[in-house]
């Protein structure tokens, strides 16, 4: 059960406020309260955002559950269960019993799920890939330390400054992605307190923090993340 009702009351909030305060219909909300409807990913940031509470927080999910993983990844990549069942062959009801943990997938379908989704199986599970965190840290360290252009025997990378900067940034969403923390709500809190340390003021600070916000698109983190892991693979073949 999400938690868009709780909050609303918590808040001493209307349905008539949420529409006017966030432009979301009052019979719309409704029906996201009462799981009549479910939100598009957008509309479940923008209601955390409201909220300042996580996604996941928002939707209710519990991160030891694997069904709720399921579901949250479902949601994200913009799928209903139905779509998700003909991706991979199977039934809406079984998405469902996975979600609601009435059954557990097994490893041909966790296989299968973590393919469509772009993920590994364990980050498919709800579960901390230790491996790959290492492997994360290793190259960040690996690229922070190095100052010299290197090479594998598949690509090239050139070790400039601003190089580094980005493959480290770009680690660093892929670390976010895996301990299952909103890069978009990290990312505006680094953001503002990077606007505290340069101690800027007022409307300046405001459209720094605006600025670097609207740069932050799915499309470039997507793209982060394929170069992100990328970045791991360039680290295995060393």
């Given amino acids: 059960m999400n938690r868009l009702k709780e909050l609303r009351i918590k808040n001493n909030l209307t349905l008539d406020d949420i529409e006017a305060k966030t ?3 009052r019979g719309t909300y409704s029906n996201y309260e009462n799981n009549k409807t479910e939100p598009k990913i957008e509309t479940w940031k923008k209601l955390a955002d409201y909220f300042n509470v996580s996604t996941s927080y928002l939707m209710g999910l519990n991160s030891n559950d694997f069904g709720d993983k399921i579901k949250e990844l479902r949601i994200k990549h913009g799928l ?11 039934t809406r009801q079984a998405i469902s019993n996975y979600e609601n943990n009435e059954r557990t ?5 966790w296989q299968k799920l973590a393919d ?13 890939n230790v491996e790959l965190i290492a492997k994360i840290a290793k190259a960040t360290l690996l690229i922070s330390c190095n100052r010299s ?7 090239y990378f050139p070790n400039d400054e601003d190089a580094r900067t980005i493959a480290i940034t770009e680690l660093m969403l892929l670390l976010f992605e895996e301990l299952r923390l909103d890069h978009t709500r990290e990312f505006n809190e680094l953001v503002t307190k990077n606007a505290n340390l340069l101690k800027l003021k007022g409307k300046k600070k405001a459209d720094y923090i605006k600025g670097a916000s609207d ?4 499309e470039n983190y997507n793209i982060d993340i394929q170069n992100a892991k990328a970045l791991i693979d360039l680290y295995d073949n060393l």
């Fill in 23 to 25: 432009g979301i219909k």
């Fill in 80 to 90: 209903s269960q139905g779509d998700l069942a003909e991706k991979i062959g199977l």
């Fill in 105 to 109: 997938p097994n490893d041909k379908i």
């Fill in 116 to 128: 469509c989704f772009n993920v590994s199986i364990p980050s498919a599970r709800g579960e901390i």
């Fill in 149 to 155: 252009d290197f090479k594998t025997k598949k690509e």
């Fill in 215 to 218: 740069s932050a698109t799915d």
